[in-house]
């Protein structure tokens, strides 16, 4: 039994093939089912960095090829535009990616925030979708912990980034002041929010924000002293706007070509930039050929996110010594698995045997007041413990192989 992981990120992929591969919380609930039937216990975790499958296998090269081909069809793509930028993990080594993405250094934006919360998230909606053995659910639980402890005992936990900050000021240094700039808000989720917040931290002059559900839009737009956009009227509302953000879960493109033309055409003298930071992207990127339009998108943090990585780089080295402390409890952990169901027969052979004997024993004995019988079955019960006390603390201890496991049921008979 192996941990696999299958997985691309920002660092192999660039979000025009990220986004190919993206799963939604709704696809993520179709998804692990039709997965489960083709490798054990996976948890998909699908962010605007990475898409990432974990599962538990027997055979790792042939699940990897097997998780590959199911990327390949659920998302309708072909296989060889996805294979060469995919990575293969197993056991110690998927289990220390996923400690490191925990805990924020795997990330675009170094120790950003908001990677605890997708992971809990992934873990929850695999749960509700399948339900999940301790295996798997002990390896993120396990995560997350790691996780919670480099933000609590390093400095990356100090003044935590997010990638809605980083947008922000990404869009400071390309524009300046935002002071007197108007902005659409396109997306009210859990991104949004967090934009629109660092968007009032830097001062806007005016934020309208827009969701599909808009009592969302309505209740942050109250919070933040912003104006509230119908969905439905947000590109008419283009043209008001200096800046525009995308930050939703839609799976196409919100903001067309035409849209921005037309924008274009209205007032030509204007110039607005767009800023798209959703995975798959919510603005089409043909947009970026129109004249007096700026268009970025998720990628174009990079250049904020080297100077964050250098100058918080020195908290790395302590965020690793946690992440291996919490590796080898759970690899302990892990080990000891292979031996649970030799452990369990061989205490249910006993107890076969000890019952079958005192039932033999005191077929042969009369008059035993209530005390004595429970004395005597309290007795051999003793024995038995003491009996495979040794030998259950050795297997715990041990990671026997096959040979041996093989060995110790045949002198056991179990």
Same mark, same amino acid.
């Given at each position: 039994?192996?941990?696999?992981?299958?997985?691309?990120?920002?660092?192999?992929?660039?979000?025009?093939?990220?986004?190919?591969?993206?799963?939604?919380?709704?696809?993520?609930?179709?998804?692990?089912?039709?997965?489960?039937?083709?490798?054990?216990?996976?948890?998909?975790?699908?962010?605007?960095?990475?898409?990432?499958?974990?599962?538990?296998?027997?055979?790792?090269?042939?699940?990897?090829?097997?998780?590959?081909?199911?990327?390949?069809?659920?998302?309708?793509?072909?296989?060889?535009?996805?294979?060469?930028?995919?990575?293969?993990?197993?056991?110690?080594?998927?289990?220390?990616?996923?400690?490191?993405?925990?805990?924020?250094?795997?990330?675009?934006?170094?120790?950003?925030?908001?990677?605890?919360?997708?992971?809990?998230?992934?873990?929850?909606?695999?749960?509700?979708?399948?339900?999940?053995?301790?295996?798997?659910?002990?390896?993120?639980?396990?995560?997350?912990?790691?996780?919670?402890?480099?933000?609590?005992?390093?400095? +990356?936990? /100090?003044?935590? #980034?997010?990638?809605?900050?980083? @947008?922000?000021?990404? $869009?400071? *240094? %390309?524009?300046?002041?935002?002071?007197?700039?108007?902005?659409?808000?396109?997306?009210?989720?859990?991104?949004?929010?967090?934009?629109?917040?660092?968007?009032?931290?830097?001062?806007?002059?005016?934020?309208?924000?827009?969701?599909?559900?808009?009592?969302?839009?309505?209740?942050?737009?109250?919070?933040?002293?912003?104006?509230?956009?119908?969905?439905?009227?947000?590109?008419?509302?283009?043209?008001?706007?200096?800046?525009?953000?995308?930050?939703?879960?839609?799976?196409?493109?919100?903001?067309?070509?035409?849209?921005?033309?037309?924008?274009?055409?209205?007032?030509?003298?204007?110039?607005?930039?767009?800023?798209?930071?959703?995975?798959?992207?919510?603005?089409?990127?043909?947009?970026?050929?129109?004249?007096?339009?700026?268009?970025?998108?998720?990628?174009?943090?990079?250049? +904020?996110? /080297?100077?964050? #990585?250098?100058?918080?780089?020195? @908290?790395?080295?302590? $965020?690793? *010594? %946690?992440?291996?402390?919490?590796?080898?409890?759970?690899?302990?952990?892990?080990?000891?698995?292979?031996?649970?169901?030799?452990?369990?027969?061989?205490?249910?052979?006993?107890?076969?045997?000890?019952?079958?004997?005192?039932?033999?024993?005191?077929?042969?004995?009369?008059?035993?007041?209530?005390?004595?019988?429970?004395?005597?079955?309290?007795?051999?019960?003793?024995?038995?413990?003491?009996?495979?006390?040794?030998?259950?603390?050795?297997?715990?201890?041990?990671?026997?192989?096959?040979?041996?496991?093989?060995?110790?049921?045949?002198?056991?008979?179990?």
């Amino acid at each position: 039994m192996q941990i696999l992981l299958v997985g691309l990120n920002h660092h192999t992929a660039p979000v025009a093939v990220r986004e190919k591969v993206a799963f939604t919380e709704k696809q993520v609930k179709k998804a692990i089912p039709l997965l489960d039937s083709k490798v054990d216990q996976p948890v998909i975790l699908s962010t605007c960095n990475r898409t990432e499958i974990y599962s538990v296998v027997e055979n790792p090269e042939n699940a990897a090829e097997i998780v590959t081909a199911f990327l390949s069809s659920f998302h309708k793509i072909e296989i060889s535009s996805i294979q060469r930028l995919l990575y293969i993990k197993t056991d110690q080594e998927a289990v220390t990616h996923l400690f490191q993405v925990a805990s924020g250094l795997d990330s675009m934006v170094f120790g950003e925030s908001e990677i605890l919360g997708q992971i809990r998230g992934a873990l929850t909606t695999a749960s509700e979708a399948k339900a999940l053995p301790q295996t798997i659910s002990r390896l993120f639980h396990r995560a997350i912990r790691t996780g919670r402890r480099v933000r609590n005992e390093t400095h +990356i936990g /100090r003044n935590p #980034l997010s990638v809605s900050y980083v @947008a922000v000021e990404l $869009a400071t *240094k %390309i524009l300046g002041d935002l002071n007197n700039l108007c902005v659409l808000l396109i997306g009210a989720g859990e991104a949004g929010t967090l934009l629109a917040k660092a968007l009032m931290s830097a001062n806007v002059e005016e934020i309208m924000i827009s969701n599909r559900t808009p009592e969302k839009s309505t209740e942050l737009a109250e919070e933040l002293g912003g104006k509230t956009v119908l969905f439905e009227d947000a590109l008419t509302n283009l043209a008001n706007a200096d800046v525009i953000i995308t930050a939703t879960e839609a799976s196409e493109h919100i903001i067309t070509k035409d849209a921005v033309a037309k924008l274009s055409t209205s007032n030509p003298q204007k110039s607005v930039s767009l800023f798209d930071l959703s995975v798959p992207r919510n603005i089409d990127p043909d947009v970026a050929s129109l004249n007096g339009v700026n268009l970025y998108n998720i990628d174009d943090l990079v250049t +904020i996110t /080297r100077d964050n #990585l250098t100058e918080r780089h020195g @908290a790395s080295s302590d $965020a690793n *010594k %946690i992440i291996d402390e919490e590796i080898i409890e759970f690899t302990r952990w892990w080990e000891t698995l292979d031996t649970v169901p030799i452990i369990k027969s061989l205490r249910e052979e006993s107890e076969r045997i000890r019952s079958e004997e005192i039932s033999r024993a005191l077929s042969k004995l009369s008059n035993l007041t209530e005390e004595e019988l429970d004395t005597i079955q309290a007795m051999s019960r003793s024995i038995v413990r003491r009996l495979l006390h040794n030998p259950t603390m050795s297997l715990k201890k041990q990671k026997p192989t096959d040979l041996h496991i093989d060995f110790l049921k045949n002198l056991f008979g179990i």
